[in-house]
């Protein structure tokens, strides 16, 4: 049985064979030998879509690598737009087709299919050789097409898609941008404006920076410069006007009253801004008919930015008055006229030390306060022109010098960095920048003229820019007071009123430590002053004009394995929120910090924190009269 089921199923397998190869001669279809009428060629640089017998079209040209738009206007295109029509022609599905010439027998004709003449013809090519498909109408029955192949010879029915895709409105086939260019790429800038474009403001890249190169050689706001930038290169054109650019007079574009030309490498973009855009209820517009350059075509753009543009020069100019990093300062020089100048110099630990002159030992060296240091070159890197008139005069005579009071000034700064300002990379060479301080500006109240020597530019700063700048070493000495080694411990506090010598704190006896002394404590292992006071340690200390002797002493008793260490600190009485303190081995009087001061009184007067009531008045509070 196995047997004759195998025989007949063999017998049919070899049937099959024969039919395949000796019978079934059949090649492609009909639909599939049509296919290559319809397809458009892989290198196709033309495409233009018009009516039957229409002057108006829309015309599409690869230039380079990129396709624009020739007709109606010349015009960059979506290049999203222009593929999305490849695709839908050389992608046809194609439902069936039938000859032309088999249309007289069925007593039909061109018309019939809409094709004589065709709705729309889809001509396409490379070079010089064109082709065209004639799209005729809908089918009566489903969502297709009719269109004429080619040659001619043909009609195929193709899903609509194709119409749909050749129907969209021309603002959507052309980019409405109106650069080409990104941020990164520009090298230059500059705009013109006025009616003769004689005002120029060009801005050129520096290492990651700006500089403005006219109308004076200064630096830019980089980050004020990348935004404004980057909005221009962001503009889109709202609408097209006209293609012909023969009467520009209407527009204003015969004079342009602004021209922004951006650069890079490899182009040379231009864009030209003519008049206000007319309002309907005569209000301002902030719409402006434009052009580019190498174009024709007219179109209105919307900048909103336009008080940025005409005041360029002033709104993106780097308001900081020093060009180099003063972060990375090696040297700060402080001087007043008639006076020994302060300096302060770093050292390769990155420690600072204040060289003074002894009338004895000559240059001598002190350990600087890092952290005030720090915050004084912080200070000057934030020191910048008053917004909006801060920039006094760009060429000052030796007059104007004088009147602001800087031909001699009276106060200077002088900073020593390898870095220019906004630069990474270090100079080969150190370079040094004094500020000199002038007079006070009579048209900015609370302000005062400077300049950087050896630059033309004359600045207004806010004067309290220079309240905590003097050229007193106390501003800028050690301020660390105390400093436990890592192998020493505390081995007792006591705290001592010197009027009575009543002891207040002892921390060997219990009975007088209470719960703010570890905050003491803490303090005391790593103490700082607020500041020093240009009063030299002695019995008293000077309290409101008045000298008044110490308060109380307290001694801080350490152990180490090496040796025992005993600092002694003298204390005023409180006023207010400030405690004077004193130091026979600093040999200086010192205003300790807040963080010493609470821990302090609360020890002192053994203050004990209430709750605040509720409701801290009776209802009643008199009694109601008899």
Same mark, same amino acid.
């Given at each position: ?364 060296? $002190?350990?600087?306060?890092? *952290? !005030?240091?720090?915050?004084? #070159? &912080?200070? /000057? ?5 008053? @917004? =909006? ?123 007088? $430590?209470?719960?703010?002394? *570890? !905050?003491?404590?803490?303090? #005391? &292992?790593? /103490? ?5 006071? @240009? =009063? ?91």
């Amino acid at each position: 049985m196995r047997l004759k089921i195998t025989l007949t199923l063999l017998v049919i397998f070899l049937g099959l064979l024969v039919y395949i190869f000796y019978i079934d001669t059949s090649g492609p279809s009909h639909e599939d030998e049509q296919i290559a009428d319809v397809i458009a060629p892989p290198d196709v640089s033309y495409i233009r879509f018009a009516k039957p017998g229409s002057s108006t079209g829309t015309t599409l040209e690869k230039q380079g690598q990129r396709w624009m738009l020739t007709e109606p206007f010349l015009w960059p295109a979506n290049e999203y737009a222009v593929e999305r029509i490849l695709s839908q022609v050389r992608f046809l599905d194609i439902e069936t087709s039938f000859e032309v010439d088999l249309l007289a027998q069925a007593k039909a004709s061109l018309s019939d299919y809409g094709l004589a003449p065709a709705d729309l013809n889809l001509e396409f090519g490379a070079g010089d050789e064109r082709s065209v498909i004639g799209i005729g109408k809908a089918t009566d029955i489903g969502d297709n097409l009719y269109i004429l192949s080619v040659d001619r010879k043909y009609i195929h029915v193709v899903d609509r898609s194709l119409l749909d895709s050749l129907s969209i409105n021309i603002e959507q086939i052309r980019d409405p941008r109106i650069f080409t260019s990104n941020v990164f790429e520009v090298t230059s800038w500059n705009l013109q404006r006025d009616e003769e474009n004689t005002v120029r403001t060009r801005i050129a890249r520096r290492g990651d920076g700006w500089n403005f190169e006219t109308p004076i050689r200064a630096r830019a706001d980089t980050p004020s410069v990348n935004t404004l930038l980057n909005r221009i290169l962001s503009l889109d054109t709202k609408s097209i006007v006209t293609n012909d650019a023969d009467e520009l007079s209407p527009y204003g574009l015969q004079t342009p009253e602004l021209r922004i030309a951006i650069e890079t490498e490899q182009t040379r973009e231009v864009l030209e801004i003519g008049s206000p855009v007319p309002t309907q209820d005569g209000s301002p517009s902030i719409q402006r008919y434009a052009k580019r350059e190498d174009r024709p075509t007219i179109f209105q753009i919307e900048v909103e930015f336009q008080d940025l543009l005409a005041n360029a020069q002033t709104k993106l100019r780097d308001r900081h008055i020093f060009g180099i990093e003063t972060a990375e300062a090696t040297s700060v020089a402080i001087a007043q006229i008639d006076e020994e100048p302060l300096t302060l110099q770093k050292l390769e630990t990155g420690d600072w030390e204040i060289l003074l002159r002894d009338p004895e030992r000559g240059i001598v060296s $002190v350990p600087g306060d890092k *952290p !005030a240091i720090e915050e004084l #070159l &912080a200070l /000057l890197d934030n020191l910048k022109a008053i @917004p =909006e008139n801060g920039f006094i005069n760009d060429a000052p005579s030796a007059l104007d010098l004088e009147t602001y009071a800087l031909e001699a000034p009276r106060f200077t700064i002088g900073v020593t960095s390898r870095y220019p300002r906004d630069d990474k990379n270090a100079l080969e060479v150190a370079q040094t920048e004094t500020l000199m301080r002038g007079a006070n500006n009579p048209a900015e109240a609370l302000s005062r003229f400077v300049k950087i020597k050896n630059t033309p530019f004359v600045y207004s700063v806010y004067s309290d820019a220079f309240e905590n700048i003097d050229n007193d070493p106390l501003l800028f000495r050690d301020r660390n007071l105390l400093s436990i080694p890592e192998d020493a411990n505390i081995s007792q506090i006591l705290i001592e009123r010197l009027a009575d010598k009543a002891v207040i704190l002892d921390t060997q006896d219990e009975t007088t $430590v209470n719960e703010h002394t *570890p !905050a003491l404590i803490a303090q #005391l &292992a790593n /103490l700082r002053a607020e500041r020093y006071l @240009p =009063e030299a340690f002695g019995s008293s200390v000077t309290i409101a004009q008045q000298q008044k002797p110490w308060a109380y002493l307290l001694t801080l008793s350490l152990n180490s394995e090496s040796a025992d260490h005993t600092h002694q600190i003298y204390l005023s009485e409180a006023q207010g929120p400030v405690l004077i303190g004193g130091m026979n081995e600093k040999a200086n009087v010192f205003r300790l910090p807040q963080a010493f001061i609470d821990p302090f009184f609360e020890t002192i007067f053994n203050r004990i924190r209430r709750p605040i009531p509720e409701q801290p008045f009776a209802d009643d509070p008199l009694p109601e009269a008899e």
